[in-house]
C-alpha cells in the first residue's frame, strides 16, 4: 500500500474509538471499587455480630502476638526475607509470597507486619462468614460455640504469627470457599464485573501462594460452571479474567523483577527420589545401570542410611546432588531408568505414599512430625524473638502437651478432620445441600493432591482443614437456598 493510500481518518476513528472503551472499561472498575468499599462500610456500620466477632479475636490473636514478638520464621522465612534485602528472587518458594512480604516491608520493616497481616485475615475472615451465617438463621448459640472453640485452637493460635506461606495459602482457600458459598446462596443472579474481577484476582493470588495451588485455577471455574452459579457468558468472562491475571503475573511481573524459576521437573524429580530411596531402603532388585543413574545423585548407601519415608529432607546433605538433573540427557535417562524401577515397585511406592501421608495427617511418630515453630531460627540477618519470655515458655509447654496422644487427637490430628469432613460430605449429599458440598469440595481438594504429590510430612500442608473444619455444622444448618 503506497502512503497516499493510507486512510488517517479510519485510523482517527479507530484511536478515538479505543479511547473511549478505556475510559469506560476504566470508569466500570473505579465505580466498582468504589461500590465494594461502600458495601464495606455498611458492614461495618450495621452489623454488631461482625464488630463483636472481629475485636473479639483480634484481642485474643494479639496476646499471642505480644508473647511471640515479632512472630516465628523457619529456615524458609529467612530465606524469603534475605531476598527481599537483596532483591534477588527464585520460585523455590512461592515468589507471590515472597512479593508479599517484600510489600508488607514499606509499611514497617519487621516481621511483625507480616504476623499482624494474618491475624488481621483470620479475624477478618471469621468475622465476616459468621455474621453471614447469622444473617442466614443459624443459631446464634451454635455460632458462639463455634467462635470460641476457634479462637482457642492451638493451631489457629500460633500459624497466625508464624511467617509460613501455607498461613495465607489456608486463609485464600477458606475465602474461596466463603466466595462460592455466598455465590451459590444468592445464584442465578448474574455476577458484576467488580464481583468477576476480584474472584478472578483472589484464584490467582491463592493459586500462586503453594505450587500445588494451580489447581484452583481450574477447580474453582469448573465448580462455577457444575453449580450453575455463573450464566455461560459470565463463566468465560470469569475465565478470561483469570487467564489474563494469571499471565500477567507469571510472564510480565516475575519476568520483570527477574526471577529464577527452579526447573518445572523439579518437584516430579523430588517426588521419583522419595520413590527410589524407599526401593533402596528395603533392599529391592537394582540393575547395575540403574544403579550408575542413581548414584550420580546420591550413593545408595547414603539412600539405606539418611532416608525415612516422612520427608525427603533428611536426604539433604553434602553428597546430595541435582545438578545432574539440569542436564537434558541425563533428566531423560534418570526418567526412563526410574520409571521402570517404580513400575517394578509399585507395592513400596503406594508404602511410601501411606506413610508419608500418615505423618503428613497427624498419626506418626513424634520423631518424625512437623507442626509448628515457635521461634526465629539463628540467622545473620539480625531477626530474633524480643517477646515475653515467662509466658513464652508456659506457652510452650501448653503446646509440647497439644502434639502428644491422645489429645494430639483433637487438636493436631488432620485423620480426625478428614473423618469430620466426610461426616458431613456424606450429609450434603445426602441432604442436598449444594452450600456445604461446594465449600468442602473447595477445602477437600487439598487431601488427595497431598496424598499422591507430597514430598514431605508437615502439618501445616494440609492447614486448610483445620482452619475451616468448625464452620461445617454451622453451614450445615444454614437454610436452603433462597428462592429466586
Not at 465448580?223 to 455461560?232: S, T
Not at 523483577?257 to 528395603?282: C, G, W
Not at 538433573?325 to 513400596?348: A, K, Q, S
Not at 515467662?390 to 502437651?401: A, G, Q, R, V
Request: hydrophobic fraction near 50%; charged fraction near 20%.
Amino acid at each position: 500500500m503506497k502512503f497516499k493510500e493510507i486512510d488517517f481518518n479510519s485510523i482517527r476513528r479507530i484511536k478515538n474509538y479505543i479511547k473511549v472503551v478505556l475510559f469506560k472499561f476504566k470508569y466500570v472498575i473505579l465505580f466498582e471499587i468504589k461500590k465494594q468499599i461502600l458495601e464495606f462500610k455498611k458492614l461495618l456500620q450495621n452489623n454488631k455480630s461482625f464488630l463483636i466477632f472481629f475485636f473479639t479475636s483480634l484481642f485474643v490473636y494479639l496476646m499471642w502476638f505480644i508473647v511471640y514478638y515479632p512472630g516465628n520464621m523457619s529456615p524458609d522465612s529467612i530465606v524469603q526475607w534475605e531476598q527481599c534485602n537483596i532483591n534477588k528472587f527464585n520460585n523455590f518458594n512461592p515468589i507471590i509470597h515472597t512479593l508479599l512480604i517484600c510489600a508488607l516491608r514499606y509499611i514497617w520493616n519487621n516481621p511483625a507486619v507480616v504476623s499482624l497481616t494474618q491475624i488481621i485475615t483470620t479475624s477478618v475472615l471469621s468475622a465476616y462468614f459468621l455474621n453471614f451465617l447469622i444473617k442466614n438463621k443459624v443459631s446464634r448459640l451454635l455460632i458462639s460455640i463455634i467462635f470460641i472453640l476457634f479462637i482457642i485452637s492451638p493451631p489457629i493460635l500460633i500459624y497466625n504469627i508464624i511467617l509460613w506461606k501455607d498461613v495465607m495459602f489456608a486463609q485464600g482457600v477458606f475465602l474461596l470457599g466463603i466466595r462460592c458459598v455466598i455465590d451459590l446462596n444468592n445464584a442465578p443472579r448474574a455476577t458484576s464485573l467488580g464481583r468477576q474481577l476480584s474472584l478472578g484476582f483472589i484464584v490467582v493470588i491463592t493459586s500462586a501462594l503453594r505450587h500445588n495451588g494451580i489447581i484452583y485455577i481450574f477447580i474453582i471455574p469448573l465448580l462455577y460452571f457444575v453449580f450453575r452459579i455463573l450464566k455461560y457468558k459470565e463463566l468465560i468472562k470469569l475465565v478470561l479474567i483469570i487467564f489474563v491475571i494469571y499471565f500477567s503475573l507469571n510472564n510480565l511481573l516475575f519476568r520483570l523483577i527477574d526471577v529464577y524459576f527452579s526447573p518445572k521437573n523439579q518437584m516430579t524429580s523430588y517426588l521419583r527420589i522419595q520413590f527410589i530411596a524407599e526401593i533402596i531402603k528395603k533392599d529391592e532388585f537394582l540393575y547395575e545401570d540403574e544403579k550408575e543413574v542413581i548414584e550420580k545423585i546420591l550413593p545408595l548407601e547414603d539412600f539405606k542410611r539418611y532416608y525415612h519415608c516422612s520427608a525427603i529432607d533428611y536426604l539433604w546433605g553434602p553428597n546430595f546432588n541435582l545438578s545432574p538433573l539440569n542436564d537434558t540427557e541425563y533428566l531423560h535417562r534418570f526418567n526412563e531408568v526410574t520409571g521402570h524401577i517404580i513400575m517394578r515397585n509399585l507395592p513400596e511406592v503406594i508404602s511410601n505414599r501411606v506413610c508419608l501421608f500418615s505423618y503428613a495427617i497427624g498419626l506418626g511418630n513424634q520423631k518424625h512430625s512437623m507442626f509448628y515453630v515457635n521461634d526465629i531460627i539463628e540467622n545473620s540477618l539480625g531477626l530474633e524473638q524480643k517477646g515475653n519470655l515467662y509466658f513464652k515458655t508456659k506457652i510452650n509447654k501448653s503446646l509440647w502437651w497439644s502434639v502428644h496422644f491422645p489429645q494430639r487427637v483433637v487438636f493436631w490430628c488432620h485423620a480426625t478432620n478428614i473423618v469430620v469432613y466426610l461426616i458431613f460430605l456424606l450429609e450434603s449429599i445426602l441432604r442436598k445441600n449444594k452450600l456445604l458440598l461446594v465449600y468442602i469440595l473447595i477445602i477437600f481438594i487439598n487431601v488427595p493432591i497431598i496424598f499422591l504429590m507430597g514430598v514431605a510430612r508437615d502439618f501445616r500442608y494440609l492447614y486448610m482443614l483445620q482452619f475451616g473444619v468448625f464452620f461445617l455444622l454451622p453451614l450445615s444448618r444454614m437454610k436452603s437456598l433462597k428462592k429466586k
